[in-house]
């Protein structure tokens, strides 16, 4: 897995220390903080991790298992560009499977990584609903179906202009 390092700024790392002394000796003030964290630095970076344990005075264990037992938690950075490649039952049996190694090749990253230059991510997921347009691809939420992995590279070229 590529590591990205960690690049939090005063402002972010004050608004986490005042989220957490707002919660600070309630109960169950650890998954609202997670979730105010991973709101100010868009995933929950280990420094992020150490900081909420620390100042809530709870094993960094404990903050990891949480972050890691729910899905909604990020350990990695998000791009400007969400990839999200079905991987249901529908998709997966129309070559859903090719459509992201295609995306993997193409944007030099595996699925769950973010792009050195923070531009893309890539996440797969389980039914969107669209089993009809199987296999499916959804960049921002615009859905893309009935690909092939030929379809990719042009795909994502259009996010590539911004």
């Known amino acids: 897995m590529s590591h990205i390092a960690f690049e939090g700024t005063k402002e972010q790392m004050k608004a986490l220390l005042s989220c957490i002394s707002a919660h600070k ?10 979730h105010e964290a991973q709101n100010i630095y868009g995933y929950l970076p280990a420094e992020v991790q150490t900081v909420i344990a620390e100042k809530l005075n ?9 972050a ?3 899905s909604q938690f990020s350990l990695t950075p998000k791009g400007k560009h ?15 499977d090719k459509i992201l190694e295609a995306v ?3 944007l030099r990253i595996k699925c769950g990584e973010c792009t050195p230059d923070k531009k893309f991510s890539i996440e797969s997921c389980r039914c969107v609903g669209a089993c ?13 179906g009935r690909l092939k992995p030929d379809d990719v590279k042009g795909i994502l070229d259009k996010y590539l202009q911004d």
Do not use: Q, R
């Not at 709870?58 to 903050?63: F, G, S």
């Open 82 to 96: 969400k990839v999200s490649i079905c991987l249901g039952t529908a998709c997966y049996v129309k070559g859903s």
């Open 104 to 106: 993997e090749h193409e």
């Open 132 to 144: 009809g347009l199987a296999p499916v691809m959804i960049i921002d939420g615009e859905v893309y």
């Open 58 to 66: 709870i094993p960094l264990a404990e903050v990891y298992g949480v």
């Open 25 to 34: 000796g309630e109960a169950g003030a650890l998954m609202p903080v997670m």
């Open 68 to 70: 890691t037992f729910y």
